[in-house]
């Protein structure tokens, strides 16, 4: 297997530790059914200043099958009682529509690509040239298609919801072997709202450490809060799911941000990144014109030539003109070489 890269390229963006966060606006199929709707989505999740919008390329027929059986049925959550096809028929992006969409991206000059679910849907996305494929959790370890896919010879990025540790190397070994440029890895809580306390962002490091390729997280969380710790523990890539309006409904809409969240999202995960800097403790330029306010050591109350310095006359304020106040013990009960005066800055030359 070829060495995974440190960090990978897609439509000209670098991904990795060293660079700015890449935020993807994940649309699934909040469309509700609508090619006008999904344009819409397009032009107001361009607007947010994410990085990329993504979408979903499947059919109720390519994800699952028509059957009546209980294991083809959701029982709990956000879509109890549904069955798989009724669901993916109503959330489907068509592949009609994909030639639009990738029209319009074009036209806002944003990148899209697209999560496909099987091969006809990798052929119709490298044929739009989408710069970079998605590999959804639930498919993570559908091997075949991760194969299938990198031999396309763009970067994969894998989703590792309900993957193990074993399942999670297979699906990277098995994208690099096929021809995959790069991959990253995202954390991911396969749980539809999840709950925070279930988002366990530590992984996102621990990831990383594991793997030793680009890690992130798609949150599934409501909020920015994970997002925003996922960045400060190394996150390079952030998706999360986004509509136009929570209250219009959709597949997704109840954990999905509105134009306004997102782009705060995006804002704050850049200002996160930012603010991580380096480890180090030299002096900022910006801190050097605040040194003068620092402790230093001040003539507190009049002092004739020949008295002792002592507590009463001699103290730790601000500013830092003076000595520096660990010289206070070399100092008390030195005579006074001169008269000093209340408010001088303490100096070795003013006693003897």
Wanted: hydrophobic share 45%; with cysteine; net charge negative.
């Amino acid at each position: 297997m070829k060495p995974v890269p440190p960090e990978i390229e897609i439509a000209g963006r670098r991904i990795g530790a060293a660079h700015e966060p890449f935020v993807i606006c994940e649309l699934s199929g909040n469309h509700n059914g609508s090619l006008e709707r999904a344009l819409s989505m397009l032009d107001a999740a361009a607007a947010t200043g994410c990085d990329a919008i993504k979408i979903q390329t499947y059919t109720a027929d390519t994800i699952t099958m028509d059957v009546d059986r209980p294991e083809f049925r959701i029982h709990g959550g956000l879509w109890d009682g549904r069955s798989l096809y009724e669901l993916y028929q109503e959330a489907q992006t068509p592949f009609e529509w994909h030639e639009s969409l990738f029209a319009r991206a074009r036209e806002l000059g944003v990148i899209l690509f697209s999560s496909p679910f099987d091969e006809s849907a990798v052929d119709l996305l490298d044929g739009l040239g989408a710069p970079a494929f998605k590999i959804a959790s639930f498919e993570a370890i559908d091997l075949p298609l991760i194969r299938y896919t990198a031999a396309k010879g763009k970067p994969l990025i894998i989703s590792t919801g309900m993957a193990n540790l074993a399942e999670i190397e297979a699906a990277k070994a098995a994208a690099l072997e096929a021809g995959a440029s790069g991959v990253v890895l995202l954390h991911c809580v396969s749980s539809y709202p999840a709950r925070l306390e279930d988002a366990n962002v530590r992984t996102v490091a621990d990831m990383a450490g594991r793997f030793g390729c680009p890690v992130g997280l798609s949150d599934h969380t409501h909020g920015t809060a994970a997002s925003v710790a996922a960045i400060a523990l190394g996150a390079c890539v952030i998706e999360k799911h986004f509509t136009l309006a929570r209250a219009d409904g959709g597949p997704d809409a109840a954990f999905s941000l509105e134009p306004a969240e997102f782009t705060t999202l995006v804002r704050e995960c850049k200002d996160a990144w930012r603010a991580l800097g380096r480890a180090h403790y030299d002096l900022l330029g910006a801190e050097r014109a605040n040194l003068q306010f620092r402790r230093s050591l001040y003539v507190a109350a009049d002092v004739p030539a020949g008295a002792p310095l002592t507590r009463d006359n001699v103290r730790s304020i601000r500013p830092g003109n003076g000595l520096p106040p660990a010289s206070l013990p070399d100092v008390l009960g030195r005579p006074a070489a001169r008269d000093l005066k209340r408010g001088e800055p303490l100096a070795w030359d003013m006693m003897e």
